[in-house]
């Protein structure tokens, strides 16, 4: 059998077990707060679908997962092994206990569940899923195949199959997700080899993204594997290889969190970093405004999030192995431009030097206490965004030789920064303001706080200011999103207390480039530390450090990346 393969394990009540490209996955979470007992075939195409019950007919099973090589044992030395053998299909083999493979969806109707048959051109069991609409083909290479239930039943029906071996022998099988037909399956690798491939395709990429990995960055494998395991080949909607937030419940590419992936992948794999970038630009509409999310099926406009890519464009060309060509450089400087001129027209009011969200989820900080007076808000963050925006168009017109369209981005750079410091600065503090009636008000959310992210370009006072106040909403584990001591903290309130990778990333990032070091060094030492101790939760109880929500969120396998490269590279710099 399998030999043990080397790379973390993990656990797949946290992570599931998948691979580079594929658009499913094998876990127990079927939804957020759904788990089940069993493992499960998921798929994110069409949204996330459970579509196979995968069962072991063996007492006291323990599963183990590697990223090339998930397995069932049991105490008598029975066990089932399933590896990937490309995106579409994994494959399985067992000695021991018999594998039961049923739909997850027990009920058929016109128009939901799974069709379940044996084809008669083939000899394989196919499963045809409304949800995900895509079929599911089981082909048994070795072994038997017994207690068919359900073939061609509609309604309420157990259907599946069971795979077992023949008297002390070994069995094998084959899952593939398809569309409508392919030729017959043919085994035409080895079990084992298919577990080294995949085994070979992981290191390579960890090699890849984390070349400094080392003992003193413990988690930085498994954040690539987080990485890696969530990344989908182009279909539907998503127009270039993306890394989703997650395989589990949050299978999207918002367009913010995208940015936080492309700099973690930028100096190892900058194909892939690229194609995060731009993805969300390819759905950009006719007033420039970029999209909510992306998804498989569904493209959402209903909010945009903030402006901080002109902030990862310039970090991200930093970080890139080699530049920019011209022609990439063209498209980034027409699609920045246009998301920024969205900013300043369709988000300005008449005579107003700075733009306003029209909710929180316009700010990617859904429910922070900045919008509990009103939701429709002027706020220094977008401000400050813009401003690093702006300027990074004048270092991108300045490179195609457009110098008059760089002088403009610069003035208008100055002028959005100088609005902000005159309309939101208090000397100690930035306030919020009302689009509508010009009110202002302050919060204890560190929202207020991410002017920070100017770094070089804030006034040495306002950035001590910020300094002082970022470190008051510092825990042992890292930066509380709303101060601890406040009346509307809550440990699960999610903008509104949990720590979050985003914030970190990029108040770390502007207490560095504004010269407050040790703070900056602290909030990096933190965030590591919770990540390899709590992994990388969608976000964290800042006063406990317990990951809450999704466990497996790529933003912050990304935030530790970078936090954990640039913490190395210092160290030996």
Same mark, same amino acid.
């Given at each position: ?118 084809? +008669? ?9 409304? !949800?995900?609409?895509?079929? @599911? ?61 995949? !085994? ?24 690539? @594997? ?17 890394? =989703? ?52 099926? !569904? ?7 903030? +402006? ?24 980034? @400087? ?55 925006? =702006? ?62 992210? =100017?770094?070089?370009?804030? +006034? ?50 502007? =207490? ?19 990540? !390899? ?41």
């Amino acid at each position: 059998m399998t030999a043990a393969p080397t790379g973390p394990a993990f656990s797949l009540h946290d992570i599931p077990f998948s691979t580079h490209g594929s658009w499913f996955g094998i876990s127990p979470v079927l939804g957020e707060g759904e788990r089940a007992d069993d493992l499960h075939l998921v798929s994110h195409q069409n949204g996330m679908h459970a579509v196979l019950r995968l069962v072991p007919l063996a007492a006291g099973t323990r599963i183990t997962a590697t990223p090339s090589l998930l397995s069932w044992t049991t105490p008598a030395d029975g066990r089932i092994d399933l590896a990937y053998e490309s995106p579409g299909t994994v494959r399985l083999r067992g000695t021991g206990p018999a594998l039961r493979i049923t739909a997850a969806a027990h009920t058929l109707t016109p128009f939901t569940g799974t069709y379940f048959f044996h084809d +008669p051109a083939d000899g394989s069991y196919v499963f045809t899923s409304y !949800e995900t609409g895509r079929r @599911y083909r089981v082909t048994v290479l070795s072994g038997v195949v017994r207690d068919v239930s359900g073939s061609q039943a509609l309604g309420g029906a157990e259907r599946g199959l069971v795979v077992a071996a023949e008297a002390g022998g070994t069995w094998e099988a084959a899952v593939e997700e398809l569309d409508t037909a392919r030729r017959p399956y043919v085994s035409s690798v080895p079990f084992d080899e298919v577990v080294a491939g995949a !085994e070979q395709a992981f290191a390579a990429f960890a090699d890849a993204v984390a070349p400094w990995r080392s003992p003193r960055t413990p988690a930085a494998e498994l954040a690539a @594997y987080v990485l890696w395991s969530a990344t989908v080949e182009p279909a539907g909607l998503v127009t270039r290889p993306a890394v =989703l937030m997650s395989k589990h419940w949050m299978d999207k590419v918002w367009s913010w969190d995208h940015c936080f992936n492309a700099l973690a992948l930028a100096p190892g794999a900058p194909a892939l970093a690229w194609d995060q970038f731009m993805l969300p630009f390819d759905h950009q509409d006719e007033s420039g405004a970029l999209p909510d999310s992306v998804t498989h099926s !569904e493209v959402l406009h209903n909010f945009v999030k903030p +402006p901080i890519h002109g902030w990862t464009l310039a970090h991200l060309r930093r970080r890139r192995p080699e530049p920019l060509p011209r022609t990439e450089l063209t498209t980034a @400087y027409d699609r920045l431009r246009r998301w920024t001129d969205f900013w300043l027209t369709a988000r300005r009011a008449p005579d107003a030097a700075l733009p306003h969200y029209q909710h929180g989820n316009d700010s990617g900080w859904d429910n922070a206490t900045t919008f509990d007076p009103e939701r429709v808000v002027v706020s220094a963050d977008l401000a400050a965004f813009l401003a690093l925006q =702006l300027r990074e168009l004048a270092a991108l017109a300045t490179e195609l030789g457009l110098p008059s369209e760089a002088s403009d981005w610069t003035r208008i750079a100055e002028e959005t920064q100088a609005a902000m410091l005159d309309e939101l600065w208090t000397g100690d503090r930035f306030v919020a303001r009302s689009a509508h009636s010009g009110e202002t008000w302050t919060s204890a959310s560190l929202l207020d706080l991410m002017p920070i992210a =100017l770094g070089e370009h804030l +006034p040495e006072s306002v950035a001590k200011s910020l300094a002082t106040r970022i470190e008051s909403h510092l825990t042992p584990y890292g930066l509380a999103t709303e101060l601890p001591t406040s009346p509307h903290y809550r440990a699960d309130g999610y903008w509104r207390g949990p720590i979050w990778a985003p914030a970190t990333v990029l108040v770390e990032d502007g =207490l560095r480039r504004s010269g407050h070091h040790r703070l900056a060094d602290e909030i990096g030492a933190r965030f590591r530390a919770l990540c !390899e101790t709590h992994g990388f939760a969608e976000n964290f109880d800042a006063l406990t450090g317990t990951g809450l929500r999704d466990r497996a969120y790529t933003w912050t396998a990304a935030a530790y990346l970078l936090l954990a490269e640039a913490h190395e590279l210092r160290r030996i710099g």
